[in-house]
Each structure stands twice: as C-alpha cells, then as structure tokens.
C-alpha cells in the first residue's frame, strides 16, 4: 500500500492566519490525492481533489498544490468553522486507498 | 438531495457478527460505486471495501479480507456490510461513502474512489 505521511500531525492558529498542511506520498502518485475537513462527530467533506481541484461549494480560500509524492493543503485566511482535522488521501493506487493520519487544526 | 444513512452497529462480543446497512437516497443508486470506511475512536479514517455499480465486483482491504463482505441491492437502494469474526480492533465508526460523479475531466477509474457524500456513521464496539 501506498503510505500518506502529513505534517504537522496538529497545529494551532488564529482566525485570519495563512495555513498550510503537507502530505507526503510513499511513491509518485500523479496529482491522485484528495483533501477532506472533518469536524467532531461528523462525516468528513471533500474538499480538493486531483490535487487542487476544489469541490463544488468549498469556499476558496482553501487550495491544494504539488506534484509526485508533496502536495499541500492552503486555508488562505482561517476563519472560524475552519478549525477542524484535514485528512489527505490517495486514489492513485487500485490495490487500496489509504489517507494520511490527520491533522488537526486548532484555535490559538 | 443526496442521502446516506447507516444503521446496525451495536455492541457485539469478540467473534461476533455484525450486518451493517447503508440506506440510500436521492440519486440513482445502481449507477454508482460504493465504499465503506472505518474511523476507530480518536484515530484517522481507514478504508474498509468498496463495490462497483451493480455488485459484481468488490475489493477489501487487507484487514478485513475473508472476514468482511460488502454486498448491494439495487432495488433496495440499500449497501450492506456483512462483518464476521470480529475482533476488539473492528472497534469504529462506520461511514458508507458515495464517489463523485463522472467529471468528464478525471478517469473514471479515479473517480470511484474519491469520496463525494458520506452517511453519519455507525458505531461498532466489539467488546467482552
């Protein structure tokens, strides 16, 4: 399987602030990698894919970029419902889909 | 409006089986590939199984293969987990997850594994 690394595992931030997230692929994995944001006790919502594509209805201050195995994830100007963990994952691989451990964004 | 909503998790003793039901609505449940994924208390998201359209194909991740089957009726806009032999470790949440539809720009083959909706969750606890 394909291994997802992110960094930082947690990272705190105030309202306003630039933010960014990494993921780091174990192998190549063409621009194969989503974004999701869950919130305590909720499903996660996809929020990027194919690396920076955004999904209907994600606002945009949120980006994503990278190529090969780095890619980042970019909250422009953290607002408040921001404050939540951020998973990356991969479907570049048919043998299993694997997502990174988390990362979770916290209020400063 | 797309909706996705798990029932049948429950405490069961190590061993025990479980079924786990995904009830569908709000778009058309045969033409899409369906997913399972799994989220222990405190812990990242995991995905479980996945099967394609019309149930003729399925694939399993490592850790539940030969324990676990995904199933479908199509008529029933229903998915379904069937979980056998379970252990302390199936302890989790879970999610039944829906792809993104065809985009036109990404491979098809991509598509059915990226998560677009995704139901509330069940809990699962498998415990003495």
């Given amino acids: 399987d394909i291994q997802m690394t992110q960094s930082p595992s947690s990272l705190s931030a105030s309202v306003g602030d630039r933010v960014t997230i990494t993921c780091r692929a174990s192998q190549?994995?063409?621009?194969?990698l989503a974004w999701y944001q869950q919130k305590p006790g909720k499903a996660p919502k996809l929020l990027l894919y194919a690396a920076s594509r955004l999904e209907s209805g994600v606002p945009s201050r949120f980006s994503g970029s990278g190529s090969g195995t780095d890619y980042t994830l970019t909250i422009s100007s953290l607002q408040p419902e921001d404050f939540a963990t951020y998973y990356c994952q991969q479907y570049y691989s048919t043998l299993g889909i694997t997502f990174g451990q988390g990362?979770?964004?916290?209020?400063? | 409006e797309v909706?996705?909503?798990e029932s049948g998790g429950g405490l069961?003793?190590?061993g025990g089986s479980l079924r786990l039901s995904c009830a569908a609505s709000g778009f058309t449940f045969s033409?899409?590939?369906?997913h399972w994924v799994r989220q222990a208390p405190g812990k990242g998201l995991v995905w479980v199984s996945r099967?394609?359209?019309d149930g003729s194909s399925t694939s399993y991740a490592d850790s539940v293969k030969g324990r676990f089957t995904i199933s479908r009726d199509n008529a029933k806009n229903t998915l379904y987990l069937q979980m056998n032999s379970l252990r302390a470790e199936d302890t989790a949440v879970y999610y039944c997850a829906r792809v993104l539809p065809p985009t036109g720009t990404l491979p098809a083959a991509m598509i059915k594994r990226l998560f677009q909706?995704?139901?509330q969750g069940t809990l699962v606890t498998v415990s003495s």
């Fill in chain 2, 12 to 14: 069961v003793q190590p």
């Fill in chain 2, 117 to 119: 909706h995704w139901g």
């Fill in chain 1, 103 to 108: 990362t979770r964004l916290e209020i400063k």
């Fill in chain 1, 28 to 32: 190549g994995i063409s621009n194969s």
């Fill in chain 2, 3 to 5: 909706q996705l909503v």
């Fill in chain 2, 51 to 53: 099967i394609n359209s």
């Fill in chain 2, 31 to 34: 033409s899409y590939w369906m």
